[in-house]
């Protein structure tokens, strides 16, 4: 008997389910695979450096399942139309009984998925596990069996449920008997573009595991004061991890839990804070299976679609570039473009000066942050642009504008981020940080950085008007 577990964004062998389950019988031969699909990645604007964290990751899981006897298998092929047909003769060719993945949910996925299993219907038993969430898509619902709209009541009837569903996390499958030595072949790079990553994110999952344990053990007490402060490392930093299943939410949980036993009771804690975010991320994804309109670059809200977005492609890359002359979003566009990854209140920052200062289209944010992010996922990216953007469910509502100027001096006072990020503003003082120009002006210096693209009390009313005007229209 042969079964193969087909890994995608599951990659890590400890709590795996797919795993776990293809691997207990110790009699039968485990085979494993990974397809890279660089089209498919093209249309869905992967960014270069996920790309690179994956392969880096497959190379590191290819190594721990030889340990354990199994080989992993590697393919390309262009998209997933064409994933399908190629894995269907390789099942065939290996004489494959039962196929065994995790599920991912995002729209194209899940139709790739069901083609597969019809396409091996008549020789594969194929099993699909719920593995990337706490909870499964459609397990959280309404009196009326609907899936919330409202995040909150979600969060209460989540917690509720989860407190009855069994979250242990699974160990890594012992060696196979019998496998004999399994040889590593050298993995091919994918043919798309690899980006450096740097060192901020070590690979493995042991990497990942340790920095959970030390940010539960060490950190998480502090997270409701520190984690909206972008200067101070107070968050996990976890996301990469979880966006490519490095790590899973279940170790996430039993690891808060283990650190800090009365995480649920004790809900004005850090902890309690931390796990809330963890309850995000299940919303996010909760939400694109419920609504797969999600998935298809569809607002939510759908008066939201008549609102007259502004074409103004050289501010668009201003905003891109770090160049708008608001320290603040631009320092946090510096820390994207070069890091990758990019603090929680500045994502909601940059996406609210996207769309409500310059009013340019959301879509062309989400798209951009995609394109850059490590940890690029598309229920979370697009559950915050559309957040940001006034056009999700729950979002913050349209007439709420952040004044990028007044975040800054909440966020970052004495400007210790910005001045990490814009070097240009190196000479001016901490008070003055967040309005250089002024200081500027003052003082007779000339700075080398760029006036504000944008008046922010003006474009204010000119969203508001927008908005006011789409709604109408509706
Ligand atoms: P922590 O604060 O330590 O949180 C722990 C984990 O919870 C995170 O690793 C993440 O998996 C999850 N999480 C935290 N906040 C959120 C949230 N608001 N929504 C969903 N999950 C959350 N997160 C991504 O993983 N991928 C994205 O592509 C992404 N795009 C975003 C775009 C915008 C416009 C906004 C406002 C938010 C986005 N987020 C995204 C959510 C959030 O900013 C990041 O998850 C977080 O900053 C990652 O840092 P951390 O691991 O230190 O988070």
Known sequence: TTHLVWFRNDLRITDNRALHAACEDPQVRVIALFIATPEQWKQHEMAPRQAMFIYQHLQALQHSLAERGIGLHYHQCDDFAESVDWLRDFCKAEKVDALFYNKQYEFNERQRDAALENAVSESVICHAFDDSLLLPPGS?????????????PFRRAFLSRLTESDSRSLPAPPARENAGKVVIHRLMPFDYPLADIGDDFAIGEEAARHQLRSFCREQVQDYLEQRDLPAVDGTSSLSPYLAIGVLSPRQCLNRLRT????????????????????????????????????????????????????????????????????????????????????????????????????????????????????????????????WGASTGTDAAPYFRIFNPTTQGERFDKAGRFIKAWVPELADVPERDIHQPHRWAEKHHRVLDYPQPVIDHARARKDTLAAFEAAKNRS
């Open 140 to 152: 959280v619902t309404t009196g009326n069996n609907e899936m919330y709209k409202v995040y909150t």
């Open 259 to 386: 650190e800090c036993p009365d995480v649920l009771e004790k809900t004005d804690g850090g902890a309690f804070g931390w796990l809330n975010e963890l309850v995000w991320r299940e919303f996010y994804r909760h939400l694109i299976v419920a609504w797969p309109k999600l998935c298809k670059h569809q607002p939510f809200v759908e008066w939201t679609d008549n609102v007259r977005w502004r074409h103004a492609p050289e501010e668009l890359q201003a905003w891109k570039d770090g160049k708008t002359g608001y320290p603040i979003v631009d320092a946090a566009m510096r820390q994207l473009n070069a890091t990758g990854w990019m603090h929680n209140r500045l994502r909601m920052i940059v996406a609210s000066f996207l769309v409500k200062d310059l009013l340019i289209n959301w879509r062309e944010g989400e798209r951009y942050f995609m394109s850059q992010l490590l940890d690029g996922d598309l229920a979370a990216n697009n559950g915050g642009w559309q």
